[in-house]
């Protein structure tokens, strides 16, 4: 009677712990769980981000923050979860080292997915959503002229679930790209009238390495350089003495492309201008390449440079 009595007990138990799984309400029999949903921004934690959008003409609906929640059951997936996101102008600056300033209220308006009560946006998740995005209406091309603009976000209330403590905060910067906007690697070559140690190649594997920099969108056609940092705008060349790369701290250059894809080369206002000479600057649509050839006069006589700058990525 007694080990009857322990195999039916055996079986009664297994038979429970089976059921109870496959409901899928509880974690061990009697014990139910205290986990919750989790809420976070996708992107958060990686500091400023950067939405660089295409120009395209007219008001569009843009997706400016991705919100996921990570359900603990397949009931809470199929649940409506209400979040609220909060604008934070503390945020923006703290991570984007005050670089970026708020964008202009009459350049954007809520999307009517996420309305804003003054406050905050309301974000829905449907049951089975696991992502939603936070929506914008705007058009790209006033953000040509707006400069460094874009918001902080920081989650303020998601009822019911936890709010990551890694990811509920984050800097978007928004801009808009035309079609030669990204990064580049520029190679090429210098000639200078008396300083033999900046003549020569440059960004190749045998003088300096790869050399990489910015096209930003400054207008449908037109782009602005940038090697970030002190160098920002400047040329830069090879000192093949010191084996290091080197800059002109007064020359500074941005390019236009023309119809027939040949390029305009014009100095920074302020800084050295280029020699009038047409020295046939293209742009190449098929490899995405600019070639580049122009020069300036100062102390000493002309300087001659050739850049070949290929497209490798969007920034």
Known sequence: MKKGFQKLLFISIASFLITSCEKGDEAFPGTPSTEKTL?????????????ALDLTPGVAAINVLEIRRDAVSAAALNSTQVVKIAKSNAILSDLSGASVVEIPNNLYTSHPDNPYDGQNWTVTFKPGEFVKFLKFNLDASQLITAGDVGMGFMIAEAKGCQISDAKSQVAVA????NQYDGIYRVYGTFSHPTNTD???PFGTAGFGGDLYCELITTGAASVNRNYGGAVGESVIVYNHTANVFTYFTGVKMRFSVNANNTVNVTPVPGFIAVDP???NCTYNPTTKTFTLNYGWTSAGGQRL???NLVYIRPR
């Open 305 to 307: 440079i050739t850049e």
């Open 198 to 200: 900046i003549s020569g």
């Open 277 to 279: 000479t047409p020295y």
């Open 174 to 177: 928004i801009s808009a790209k």
């Open 39 to 51: 809420i976070k921004l996708q992107e958060g934690g990686n500091g400023l981000i950067t939405i």
